[in-house]
């Protein structure tokens, strides 16, 4: 099984938060860790939001970036391109999606549709997880 990441899931790698020991549980038992590209900016606009929100966890914060950088070259990562992006557009209309949501899945979902082994959608986000078991993903939670 591989396990794709979105932001929301893949944070919980990072700081621990509600979610954090199931993402974990499946990290470890997963043959490769899949993110997309934009999972990075994503992630530093998650760490500076929860820092901002909740002051005394500045250093584990700072230590979660510090670990997402050296953890980065371990994931497999899809990059943007763009048929990607106008699959994304049309999932952002037909799902009611925000932008980066509708990447996330887009990428999962071609992945999906290219390599032979399992892809298990990690994703913590209600809507986006009704539209990934729409389009017949296999979800995390």
Known sequence: MILFLDTSALVKLYLFETGSDLVLGHATQAEALMVSRIAWIEAH?????????????????????????????????????????????????TFALRAYDSMQLATAHRAAGIIAETI??????????????????????
Do not use: H, T
Request: glycine share 6%; net charge negative.
């Open 45 to 93: 606009a998650a760490f500076a939001r929860r820092s901002r929100e909740e002051p005394g966890d500045i250093a584990a914060i700072e230590d979660a970036k510090k670990a997402l950088r050296r953890d980065w070259g371990r994931y497999v990562v899809l990059d943007v391109d763009q048929e990607l992006v106008e699959l994304a557009a049309d999932y952002a209309d």
């Open 120 to 141: 298990e959608f990690g994703c913590f986000d209600i809507r986006l997880n009704k539209a990934a078991k729409v389009l017949g993903m296999s979800l995390l939670v």
